[in-house]
């Protein structure tokens, strides 16, 4: 079964700087997708970004990055330019690509508490 | 313009009661799914329909079943509820997993359930 780990579980940063939050995962499988869900005091998810693992070229969306190690079955998230409104619970989450022809689970980590400070 | 939409929002409740939660998508996604996330903000799957068919059953008591009466509704009974219950429930949807591509899944806004 696929486990998705993050270790830290509070990160902070001050605005207009970076922050890198960690998340490892295993697997068996060669092709999978891999997502970053971000959570704020709403409670509701918004996808951040993602990335697929048979694409070497790490994965952008504005101030987001992602820092892709498919070897080390390593998945960063990079924030730049920190903002007040970064500051929410991030989860790292997994997703098998097989084709089962129907559904497939996300898999969690367990969820970084982001705090941005003045 | 609600994409994947959940009601109640907030639901309190006694102890052995019978509750329903019911979620709605407007994306013409043909599957739709259930999470939890626990008082310790962690997310875990717990059913999956495709075209009305469950797909996805994890480890849950049978206390839980879930209906989909057609691809866009997906509901959730709960009999007897317990304290463990509390939680925060989530449905999301996307296109089924045959279509290749990330197959994104959207949430709904949860449904933050108190057991007393």
């Known amino acids: 079964a696929q486990t998705v780990t993050q270790s830290q579980p509070e990160m902070s940063v001050q605005e207009a700087e970076t922050v890198t939050l960690s998340c490892t995962y295993d697997?068996?499988?060669?092709?999978?997708?891999l997502f970053w869900y971000k959570q704020p005091p709403s409670r509701q998810m918004i996808l951040v970004i993602r990335?697929?693992?048979?694409?070497?070229q790490n994965a952008t969306e504005n101030r987001f990055s992602v820092n892709f190690q498919k070897a080390a079955k390593s998945f960063s998230l990079k924030i730049s330019d920190s903002q007040l409104g970064d500051a929410a619970m991030y989860f790292c989450?997994?997703?098998?690509?097989?084709?089962?022809?129907?559904?497939?689970?996300?898999?969690f980590g367990t969820g970084t508490r982001l705090q941005v400070t003045l | 313009d609600t994409a994947v939409s959940q009601t109640p929002k907030y639901l309190v409740t006694q102890m052995g009661n019978d509750k329903s939660i019911k979620c709605e998508q407007n994306?013409?996604?043909?599957?739709m799914y259930w999470y939890k996330q626990d008082s310790k903000k962690f997310l875990k799957i717990m059913f999956s329909?495709?075209?009305?068919?469950?797909?996805i059953n994890e480890t849950v008591p049978n206390r839980f079943s879930p209906k989909s009466p057609d691809k866009a509704h997906l509901n959730l009974h709960i009999n007897s509820l317990e304290l463990g219950d509390s939680a925060v429930y989530f449905c999301?949807?996307?296109?089924?997993?045959?279509?290749?591509?990330?197959?994104?899944?959207?949430f709904g806004p949860g449904t933050r359930l108190t057991v007393l």
């Open positions: 999301a949807s996307s296109h089924s997993q045959d279509r290749g591509g990330y197959n994104e899944q959207f």
């Open positions: 697997t068996s499988e060669s092709d999978y997708y």
């Open positions: 990335q697929e693992a048979y694409k070497q």
């Open positions: 989450a997994y997703r098998t690509s097989i084709n089962t022809g129907t559904a497939s689970k996300l898999t």
């Open positions: 994306l013409g996604h043909d599957t």
């Open positions: 329909y495709n075209n009305k068919e469950l797909i």
